[in-house]
């Protein structure tokens, strides 16, 4: 696992390194994280629309707003309390977003992605994203957990488009394993303990902000999606990119589009996350106690 060098701002330019304006804004978060919490942590949590409770997992809290942290992007999504929370889960130093930014609030793919990139600076190694999602797959319900196995990137963009931040990862990252194998085992198993029954599947990220429409979900189908969604992808890039092991599940949340005879909410999406919290919150506890990440 490839770990990344991390100075602080004031050390790298005082040792008169030239810095990428980007890698600089994300040391001045890291910098003042790490002002107010020395701990470091080892594991991302990030906690999509509806399913920010799940944070309770976290002990020994500090909780930073969004709003406090800078050059963090503002979530304005409905669902999203936009918080950071650092503290341990089953032992763990971890580090958990309650919300996450879209790129189809305006912000561009790297603004969209930079909490990412500051987790993997604070040094953490393993990550698990959550999302609500539609079910594509017509053998899923709502309110079912899926486990995702791999990804198609919908989004029409991609957040290590620009000037490669060779600190970070290489040029043309290898995606064969944007999910990680052995993460991948560890959440079916746990699943398998806890009698929460777990869907497997490929998850398909379109930019949105609209759902989809009935022809768009008959091509998901057709090329090999389960799931689909509007977040996730981008940050499991970066996240791959700085060589962070992955682990994703959705909340598949509703029916996708053209599938039932009604039409999709943001409220029926957040209703149902919220009833299946409970279980993701149980399902969760049990994989991080055997992740071993220290
Ligand atoms: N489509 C896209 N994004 C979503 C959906 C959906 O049906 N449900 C929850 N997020």
């Known amino acids: 696992m490839r770990l990344i060098r991390f100075l602080s701002e ?11 304006e980007r890698v600089s804004k994300i040391r001045e978060t890291v910098d003042f994280i790490r002002a107010r919490c020395r701990q470091q942590p080892a594991l991302g949590l990030i906690l999509g629309s509806g399913l920010s409770a799940c944070a309770d997992l976290l002990t020994d ?10 050059n963090f992007p503002q979530a304005k999504v409905a669902g999203h309390p936009g918080q950071l929370i650092i503290g341990n889960v089953e032992g763990i130093p971890s580090i958990a977003l309650q919300g996450r930014v879209h790129f189809y609030e305006g912000f561009s793919i790297s603004e969209a992605v930079f909490p990412i990139r500051v987790l993997g600076c604070l040094g ?9 999602a539609g079910g594509v797959n017509t053998t899923f319900s709502s309110g079912d957990l899926m486990l995702i196995s791999d990804h198609i990137n919908f989004t029409g963009t991609n957040p290590l488009i620009g000037a490669n931040i060779d600190e970070f990862g290489p040029r043309f990252p290898d995606m064969s394993e944007a999910y990680d194998s052995g993460m991948r085992k560890i959440a079916l198993e746990a699943a398998r303990l806890k009698n929460i029954p777990l869907r497997e599947g490929v998850y398909i990220a379109f930019s949105g902000p609209n759902y989809e429409t009935p022809a768009e979900i008959r091509m998901c189908r057709a090329l090999g999606a389960d799931a689909v969604g509007m977040s996730t992808v981008p940050e499991v890039i970066v996240a791959r990119h700085m060589g962070i092991q992955v682990l994703g599940i959705s909340c598949i949340t509703n029916i996708a589009a053209g599938i039932l005879p009604q039409r999709l909410s943001h409220s029926e999406v957040l209703d149902t996350a919220e009833q299946a919290q409970g279980k993701l919150r149980t399902l969760l506890q049990s994989i991080i106690g055997s992740l071993g990440v220290k």
């Open 61 to 70: 809290r500090v909780i930073i707003s969004f709003r406090d942290l800078p």
């Open 124 to 132: 953490i190694r393993q990550l698990i994203v959550t999302n609500a």
């Open 10 to 20: 004031k050390a790298s330019r005082s040792a008169g390194l030239i810095v990428d």
